[in-house]
Structure formats: C-alpha cells, structure tokens
C-alpha cells in the first residue's frame, strides 16, 4: 500500500454521524463524498481502528484523505425503516499508508460488520483485501 492509491469501492461506503435533535432524540446525519465532512469522519473512524488494533495513537501528521473521481448514491432501507444513503465510485485515497491499509482490510466509512466500505485497488491488478482472497469469487 502506498501514500496514494486510486480505489474502487466493491461495496458502498456508508458515511454519517449522529446528532441529537432538539427533541433529545438520536437521528443520523448522511454525508456525500462533495461534503468537507466525508473525508474527516473517514480520517477518523480509521485513526479509531487503528488504535484498536495496534493500541496507539497515531502522530497528528499522519492523515488521510479520500478524493472523488466519480461517484454515485445507493440508498437502502433495513429493519428500522430508516433511509440509509452510501456511495459506490472510484476515489483517491491520499496519505499515511498504515489509515489506508487498515481502511483495506478492515473497510472504509461505517456499518463495515454490515458488508459496507469494502474497497480495491486499481493498480494494473486489482488486489482483494486479505479475507477475501481466501475465497473465490
């Protein structure tokens, strides 16, 4: 994995964060990959990851950010009824390689036990994430 790398989603990304409506109710804010928030919150949850596996924190300057080549919206709707939106596409992931390896094994975005923010590398081979090699396609 290298400080930049062209990638194309092989599931979508789910990326939102939770507020707290003047009611006291919990909802969900969704973010597009045009939002400034997108790439933030990505940056986030795998400096999060990060330190649940390796137990430490990053340096402040080791940062990522995810840039849209071209994307497109999928929305579902599970149990709860709530309207999911991701996003599926080709983007840039640019900086510190160890976010961008922990975002290909572990899955970029939110909602990653759910099959979402699964992504590949477009480098002449299109690899798999390691626990997908395992089994054919």
Same mark, same amino acid.
């Given at each position: ?77 599970? $149990?709860? @009824?709530?309207?999911? !939106?991701?996003?599926? %596409?080709? =983007?840039? +992931? ?12 572990? $899955?970029? @975005?939110?909602?990653? !036990?759910?099959?979402? %923010?699964? =992504?590949? +590398? ?16």
């Amino acid at each position: 994995i290298n400080s930049l790398e062209l990638i194309y989603m092989l599931s979508p990304t789910v990326v939102y964060d939770t507020i707290i409506e003047d009611s006291g109710k919990l909802s969900h804010c969704y973010y597009s990959p045009n939002d400034s928030e997108f790439s933030k919150i990505i940056e986030k949850d795998l400096r999060n990851k990060f330190f649940m596996i390796y137990n430490y924190e990053l340096e402040e300057s080791q940062r990522i950010n995810i840039i849209p080549i071209r994307f497109e919206e999928r929305s579902f709707r599970f $149990g709860t @009824g709530e309207e999911i !939106s991701s996003w599926i %596409g080709t =983007f840039i +992931l640019e900086g510190d390689p160890k976010l961008i390896n922990i975002g290909y094994e572990a $899955g970029i @975005g939110c909602m990653n !036990s759910l099959g979402f %923010g699964c =992504f590949g +590398l477009i480098d002449g081979k299109r690899r798999l994430p390691y626990y997908m090699q395992k089994y054919p396609i």
